[in-house]
């Protein structure tokens, strides 16, 4: 990863910044996109004080006109990436009821839609090329389902089959297609998306334990670097979505049974 460009969304906290530093500690220079110009200038000074190289772009992912401005003026400064981490998340986890149309079209925004811009603005000059690497970070919901999260979930399934496409379509063209699914983080997310945590199924975190930023952000590191087309951690969640393919009944009770756990326990 020496060497590459890097550009990075939400990488002014949580799983991007620690994935910023990581590519960054690799010798990538690294670009950081998100809306906070304040945090985003903290992590890039974070990414130079280890020996990288980081420049900082702000953009409203929902804005797609100024998403687009900023990867023109990506391109025009420094450069096509080499890699496109689409990272950027948000989102409510909250029953269909107390959802909005309003903030059911906003989670569909970001991640889908912002990942969906962001990634058809550089796809044609890595085509041209014959390079790239994209990785896209998801949740269990792209592939599970729990009560009280619909919204999300569609969302989040959306994302990864965009993804999935992409990994048909760009194979060709040498560009490798990276889908990172994460478990609970140990990131802001919670705190800036309030009245979700309850709704998080409850697991046993023997099995699925609580990571790290830095963890997920080197599980993503390592995917792309492999050109993986597809990285779970924790390991727990690839035996879920295989079992939820061949007994989805069994699953989905489970998960409702781990879901009103959650429930009750944050009463």
Not at 212 to 221: N, V
Not at 238 to 253: E, G, H, I, Q, W
């Amino acid at each position: 990863m020496g060497g590459n460009l890097v550009l990075v969304t939400g990488a002014s906290s949580g799983i991007g910044a620690a994935t910023a530093r990581r590519f960054g500690r690799d010798g990538a220079h690294v670009v950081l996109l998100a809306r906070n110009a304040e945090r985003l200038d903290r992590v890039a000074k974070d990414v130079r004080d280890a020996g990288g190289t980081a420049t900082a772009f702000t953009a409203d992912r929902q804005d797609r006109a100024g998403t687009l401005e900023a990867a023109a003026r990506i391109v025009a400064d420094i450069g096509t990436p080499d890699i496109l981490v689409n990272n950027a998340g948000a989102g409510r986890w909250r029953p269909l009821v107390d959802t909005s149309p309003e903030e059911a079209a906003e989670m569909m925004a970001v991640p889908y839609l912002a990942a969906f811009t962001l990634t058809r603005a550089f796809t044609p000059a890595m085509i041209a090329r014959g390079s790239g690497g994209i990785a896209f970070v998801t949740s269990p919901a792209s592939y599970l389902a729990w009560p009280n999260a619909s919204a999300y979930i569609a969302a989040r399934r959306a994302l990864a089959g965009f993804a999935e496409g992409l990994q048909t379509e760009l194979k060709p063209a040498g560009i490798s297609v990276t889908i990172v699914v994460l478990g609970s983080v140990d990131t802001p997310y919670f705190e800036n998306n309030p009245g979700s945590l309850e709704n998080v199924p409850v697991l046993d975190t023997r099995l699925a334990p609580i990571l790290t930023a830095d963890e997920a952000a080197d599980a993503l590191f390592e995917g792309v670097s492999r050109n993986k087309r597809f990285v779970v951690k924790p390991a727990i969640y690839r035996a879920l979505f295989v079992m939820n393919a061949l007994f989805p009944k069994t699953v989905a009770s489970q998960i409702h049974r781990a879901a009103k756990k959650a429930r009750k326990a944050k009463a």
